[in-house]
């Protein structure tokens, strides 16, 4: 674990630069960003965004999480998530061969209610909660996968891995999630399912994006939506998912390039037309809904640096669609906007959302990068803190 999760990313950015031997200059050109904006990040004045600390990590031959503190420790209870990792890689252990279990496993039957319920964890942000019932879930499945070879078991293997990567991502753990995520492309293959492997891609854009590789992550995406099978009933919710995943990349890949954010426009275009045809039945959860799509235009237009059209995009949205949404992606939402705020300079309704998000994720907020990002600078910027700030500052200073 890292012994400067309190330090600001800034911080972690000059030092990893020093060590270098770079000066901000330097490093600036290596990550296509102003020395301007590599001062202010460093001197925190301003919030280091995703895509600032992806091309910075690349810059300087580090992972992110390195640049982020991750793993992040947290106090109590919460900390409790990470005790899951060595039965995960205990796991990844089993490649050409199933487990040998010191019991019966469970029926397939209950281990896909299993695995609907990580799902929905993942969904209600339950981190520690997933994090206790995946490893056992995931030994079991391996075990009936090869003892049956059953396309059945295949397939919730598949899905379970990539609630595995989904876990190990949020954590900071990337070195784990790309190894679970290949287990679940080998997996997923075997399932017999010609749409599975798509979910796959899915979640290797995302860690891509957040190593810096954009283009290879919308080259996966458009592949695979070009080799969708039409023909099933998750056609459409995998390709709404696809293009709201390339949206959001080709946006983050942009830097000001107008062809680049035209690109992330008729991506989302192409699921918003989706959506208001009422095509995308829900088959793995993906959450393509016209509620999840509405808050992906509000991101795309962040993550392309237009904060006002960002803000009037959250403005439209409303209360009742949020509603709609699960707490993760309604936190996810929050913290988007909390960070869009800042940048606005409109400290007070970053600061509510914030508190928002964490209201309703607690756990989320505690391990998302861009959330302490955001609280560090608000804390920074504040001259007084009010409580409910001062305990989510404390509850990220573990």
Do not use: C
Not at 387 to 392: I, K, T, V
């Amino acid at each position: 674990m890292s012994d400067d999760t309190a330090e600001t990313v800034g911080r972690r950015v000059a030092r990893a630069r020093k060590k270098r031997d770079l000066t901000q200059l330097g490093l600036a050109q290596r990550a296509s960003y102003s020395r301007s904006h590599v001062s202010q990040v460093e001197a925190g004045h301003k919030v280091a965004t995703p895509a600032f600390v992806a091309a910075v990590a690349a810059a300087l031959g580090v992972d992110p999480a390195e640049i982020y503190g991750q793993p992040f420790r947290a106090r109590g209870h919460d900390d409790q998530v990470h005790s899951a990792l060595p039965e995960l890689r205990r796991v990844l252990v089993y490649v050409d061969v199933g487990p040998e279990l010191a019991g019966p496993p469970r029926s397939l039957d209950v281990l896909a209610a299993e695995v609907a319920t990580a799902r929905r964890l993942i969904h209600k942000a339950q981190l520690t909660k997933l994090a206790r019932r995946l490893p056992a879930v995931l030994e079991e499945l391996t075990y009936w996968a090869h003892e049956t070879n059953d396309p059945r078991a295949w397939l919730l293997l598949s899905r379970a891995f990539g609630h595995g990567v989904s876990l190990t991502r949020r954590l900071g753990y990337s070195g784990d999630a790309l190894a679970l995520l290949e287990r679940g492309a080998d997996a997923a293959r075997r399932s017999g399912d010609p749409n599975l492997p798509h979910l796959v891609t899915l979640a290797r854009a995302l860690l891509s994006m957040g190593m810096n590789q954009y283009q290879p992550a919308l080259t996966s995406l458009d592949q695979a939506r070009a080799d969708i099978a039409p023909d099933r009933p998750d056609a459409d919710e995998v390709a709404g998912a696809l293009d709201l995943r390339a949206a959001i990349i080709a946006a983050r890949s942009s830097r000001g390039s107008n062809s680049e954010s035209g690109r992330a426009w008729d991506y989302f275009g192409r699921a918003d037309e989706r959506i208001k045809q009422g095509r995308g039945r829900p088959v793995h959860g993906l959450e393509f809904t016209a509620a999840n799509v509405a808050v992906h235009g509000a991101a795309v237009a962040a993550e392309l640096g237009d904060l006002d059209e960002a803000a009037r995009r959250d403005r439209d949205i409303g209360d009742r669609t949020l509603s709609a949404l699960p707490p993760e992606r309604r936190t996810h939402h929050e913290i988007d906007m909390a960070r869009v705020l800042i940048e606005l300079g409109d400290y007070g309704k970053a600061e509510s959302r914030i508190e928002s998000a964490d209201r309703i994720a607690p756990q989320m907020v505690t391990f998302h990068p861009t959330a302490r990002a955001v609280v560090a600078h608000l804390v920074d910027v504040r001259r007084t803190l009010p409580e409910s700030l001062r305990r989510l500052h404390l509850r990220m200073s573990a």
